[in-house]
């Protein structure tokens, strides 16, 4: 059964949760065209629609108090190079009044009944980041150069050789080869040999992917066990049994390959267990370590690691996910035995400033309207849904008029924005008992819906 279970969720894993996904389960049965329809970004010529903030306290059980942020520093960017929806965007964010971030560090409210009779419990942590400010930055578009390229392979393989007799475009039959043969654009795959072990590398692709491991090895982190009855079950134990390697020990590992590779703007966003499994017997543990995932980030703020998109042609969303790219590394005895990047976008100098955003408590009410509507038209009765997360967070969004008309954009555009959200993760209970994770994204900003994630 765990053989199965393993090549079911191969691709899962190999992917890093970094590429665009679709969602077939009840809660999102809408048909893409009326998603398209309702979804589409917002267009230059409308100014956005600040939504009020209630300033009145909510029903909440208060554990500890949160001084106030302080606000950011004015920064004199020129309004002539804001793109839309950047310069709606702020301009609303120049409207809103000034609110408290954050109030408490837990909300606890009684369940109420919804439309279509889900029931909505709150019991959720609220985290936010002390930071100086809040503000938007323009992020550009990048990819790996051949240089770049050749300087992580030195990094983690110097001395490598190519593996000879392996079926690779641009290695020779002697195991030589040079990255100037490789098919960059499309990505190539290729397995290197150091001190007598072997370790598979991935190049290239749309996406520029950098990612070293450890040949004929897969490797499981806890983060894939959520909402799966199944994988628990039969892995859940396994991978969270004891790990020799202390989790401080293995983090100053990670970190020093961010030091060494001069990597910036990336943050831990978590930090989760793992196992490195045979890959040709799949019952087989090589090591226990610890997977660290990194999300972009700015000026504190880190971004959700990235999940697949999940839509309902009744969520209307004022802006688009963009695809931000990943940073994992996992860390066991051996060293660091998986490198895994994704180079998308890099944060630049152009930031526009803003002193406001909404409170945690505006951010629960608009996911609660929000749910109400997604849910509205099916019968949800004995469904429960329970938040358990209020995080202050930043995400990727694009902003391009190419994106009208994707149900499903795989966002590549020259620049995009980096905008404070507030991000409401919760799990949706089914009256059988099944269990399901989301997370809905809203612009801190002016409240604006983001596309949901699920895990």
Known sequence: MMDCKMRRINNRAKAERG???????????????????????????????????????????QTSEVPQDTPAAQEMVSADTLQNPAKELLDSASTLPGAVPVSVTHITQEAETLSAGITVLVNADVVIPQVEGYHIRECNMTSFS???????????????????NQEAHGVQADGTYDLKDFDLVTGTTFTLERDGEGFSLQ???????FWVERADEIIYREGYLIGDEEWEQEAGEIIRAPITLTREAAQAQAQKVISDLDIHAWQIESVQRAVAFDLNHSSTVRSRGW??????????????ADSGYSSSKNDRLSYWKANAGTLTIYVDERGVSDF?????YEPSNVVYSNVSIISAE????????????????????NAQIEIYDIRLSTMLIGYSDRLTGKA?????????????????????????????YFTMPFCAVDGGAVSMLFY
């Open 203 to 209: 190049l290239g692709g749309k996406n520029s992917v």
């Open 291 to 304: 997977a660290f995932v990194y999300g972009l980030s700015d000026a504190g703020l880190t971004m959700h």
């Open 340 to 344: 895994h990047w994704e180079k998308r």
């Open 408 to 436: 499903f954009p795989e966002v590549y555009e020259d620049i995009a924005l980096l905008i404070p959200t507030w991000n409401i993760s919760f799990r949706e209970i089914y009256s059988k008992g099944d269990t399901e």
């Open 146 to 164: 051949l240089d770049e390229y050749r300087k992580m392979i030195d990094y983690f393989l110097p001395d490598a050789k190519g593996a000879p």
């Open 19 to 61: 590429v665009t996904a679709l969602v077939t389960c009840l809660f999102f049965c809408a048909a893409f065209t009326a998603f398209t329809t309702a979804c589409q970004p917002r267009k230059s010529g409308g100014a956005l629609t600040p939504i009020p903030v209630d300033q009145t306290e909510t029903t909440v059980e």
């Open 362 to 381: 505006e951010a629960l009410k608009l996911a609660k309207d929000r749910i109400a509507r997604i849910y509205g038209e099916v019968a949800y009765e």
